[in-house]
């Protein structure tokens, strides 16, 4: 089976969104789309994304976080979205999405700035998820995207440089595995250039990490500038699915409602009151 993994960070940018249509070639048995910080999707619901080469498109989003899953075969799909903000509130979290009960997807947005010890309990709680669903299939394909926010405690040049990383230790203690980093810091480059903000260390925030995937390629899009991040695309191929499935995925989606519902409902209803008392005043 040929995936490809895409996780972009688009800064609220409809251009950048659209941009990712066209790294989706017919090509793959499986597209997984990481989106983080597009706002608009909360509110539009922009399904009008023009995927015309994949026949089934599955969508799912935790405020500006968003999931896209495309095959041209129809799949089966199960969901659950986990709220790491303050009071659970959806403005950091992940995705977990349980494909045909064989491949396990996580889309994530983890905590941003220097707040790398509330990285570090993130992505465990991520861990300890993964390790739910898979604790009686331990060889089950996983695939971990997104916007992780870790770090460099040093830059010196476009190389990168794993001693520096803060996700580095995280990665051996938690069994993740991910792919040689060839390509320059993904963030954060000003608006629609190639030059850095050097107000930020440049750094690696936009991951892919896997667990029994074998690599094609791993490299960042340098040429799409609508955003202050760049995409980063995992080519993947999973040569033996197992005939197990992932287990406990009855469960799925048992408390989504309540741990997402404060941020991504409230907020909606409270935009919604906002206009609603403005167009009373004029």
Request: aromatic content about 14%.
């Amino acid at each position: 089976m040929q995936i490809k993994v895409i996780t972009y960070n688009v800064n609220n940018s409809n251009q950048a969104v659209d941009s990712l249509v066209a790294l989706c070639d017919s090509s793959y048995d499986l597209v997984l789309i990481s989106i983080q910080e597009y706002y608009w999707f909360a509110i539009l619901k922009h399904f009008k994304l023009d995927f015309k080469n994949y026949a089934h498109k599955y969508y799912e989003n935790i405020w500006g976080l968003v999931t896209i899953v495309l095959s041209p075969n129809e799949l089966d799909i199960k969901w659950e979205k986990t709220c790491l903000g303050p009071m659970y509130c959806g403005n950091k979290g992940f995705i977990t999405c349980v494909i045909n009960q064989s491949i396990l997807f996580i889309s994530a947005h983890l905590s941003h700035g220097q707040n790398n010890h509330r990285r570090e309990i993130e992505l465990r709680k991520i861990a300890k998820s993964i390790d739910f669903y898979t604790k009686e299939g331990p060889n089950f394909p996983v695939i971990l995207a997104g916007d992780l926010n870790f770090r460099l405690k040093r830059f010196n040049s476009n190389k990168y440089e794993e001693k520096y990383d803060q996700l580095s230790p995280l990665k051996t203690d938690l069994s993740f595995s991910e792919h040689p980093i060839t390509f320059s810091p993904t963030y954060k480059f000003k608006s629609r250039t190639s030059e850095y903000d050097t107000t930020r260390t440049p750094s690696y925030c936009d991951r892919i990490l896997f667990r029994n995937v074998n690599v094609n390629s791993y490299k960042s899009i340098e040429d799409i500038l609508f955003s202050d991040h760049r995409p980063v695309v995992l080519d993947c191929k999973i040569l033996n699915l197992s005939q197990q499935n992932i287990i406990n995925t009855n469960n799925v989606c048992q408390y989504s409602f309540i741990s997402c519902f404060i941020f991504d409902y409230f907020v909606l209803f409270g935009i919604l009151l906002i206009l609603l008392i403005y167009r009373a005043l004029i």
